[in-house]
């Protein structure tokens, strides 16, 4: 294993290096000496195509000035960002070989070759692509080779420049980000859709009017008896929620202290109280069901038939996850009846 200095030292000039060589090979002909002091050297051509991008790592990476064969190696947490701007991927992660069905539902996949499943890239498949730039998922201050098998990360510093960008962000943050990296297109994209959900956003809001008296809880269901409360800026709907200023339950408070998500036995369940209950019911491999329990039923939100169920497609750091829930979550929002407890 490389050790980090030298580690770092090669995510910052191998790009450059590589570049060097592409631009020498494909100079056209009469380039040479022969033409004096006005043909560019190969030094500053090479600057020329890339520039410096830091990520969550904090290390200045070189990377592509405008990347044509981007190979992401999370779906969610890296690929969906880069195509919902409208940019091409080449290869993406997979989940037990098959691509993410929210990402593949939403977005043309023909053509984007996989590349191993999230936290296990296939190499030899990646470097088949001959991709420029390689985008992971950053997590609490890291980049996604901390869930990677030793090794790996040294090899796809081989084959191209490696980026991490921490998604688990408000989603104006991760998007600007990624459009940083992309590129002016990107930005540009980014403040369309910015603008455009902003614009969603107070229709939702001038519709629903004054949001005293409303409150709602978002709650997930776990296996082992287990429910779940969210912090007010976790998952999709909590950011929309406290973005419309609608009043949350007490325990919202006790989730965001706990780092998000709060967990609670069955006992507790009195205590997600709400006018309306938005339950997820996405996270399938962790989940439970526990709405025949008799404390659930007792449930203001239960007895007045305010539950909405909602799932993966509300998943996720992009605008367009954002427009979705809000689009849902909007009726179900201004046609709540209030004070139901």
Known sequence: ????????????????????????????????????????????????????????????????????????????????????LGFELVGIATRDGEFDGEVAAVYELDGVEPVGDVYTPNVEAILALDPDLIVGEGYDGAGQDQFMEEGLQDQLEAIAPVVYIDTFRPVDDVMTEFAELLGPAAEDEVARQRDEYQAALAEVSDELGDPTGLTVAVVGMRADDVVEAYGPETQVPSVILTQLGIEQPDIVAEAEEAGGYLSISLERIPDLSADLILLDTGVEEFGGDYTGNALWRALPAVQAGQVYRWGAEWYGTTYHRFAIALSEMGPELTGADRDVE
């Open 1 to 84: 294993m490389f050790s980090h200095a030298l580690r770092s030292m090669r995510r910052t000039t191998m790009p450059i290096a590589v570049t060097g060589l592409l631009l020498t090979a494909c100079a056209p002909a009469g380039t040479g000496d022969d033409q004096g002091s006005s043909a560019p050297s190969t030094a500053a051509s090479a600057e020329a195509s890339t520039r410096a991008f830091v990520d969550i790592t904090g290390e200045s990476i070189e990377v592509p000035a405008e990347p044509q064969r981007i190979v992401a190696i999370h779906d969610v947490n890296a690929g969906e960002q880069i195509l919902s």
